[in-house]
């Protein structure tokens, strides 16, 4: 998985958290099924893997890079373009 590949989102992280002022889990639920590109693959102290930076405004009307998301890789599917 490289920056640039589109990908599916597949599934929702067990323990995500539902943040009222973020809607965290709300809006990985209307990503759900759907395709993104990645916009980057970000370290995160004390994690094995990167994970993906995937903007997804548009999944809710809006432009994507008004809205982001940081997923594992598990959730993920490379779609073959």
Known sequence: MKTGDT???IGIP???P???DLQTRTMFEKCLGQTFVIVGLE???G???RLARLDVGHAIGEEPWKHTIWVEP???QVENT
Do not use: D, G
């Open 7 to 9: 990908v599916r989102l």
């Open 14 to 16: 067990p323990n995500l």
């Open 18 to 20: 539902e943040q009222a």
């Open 43 to 45: 370290h995160v102290e």
């Open 47 to 49: 994690l094995p893997y």
């Open 74 to 76: 598990e959730y993920l």
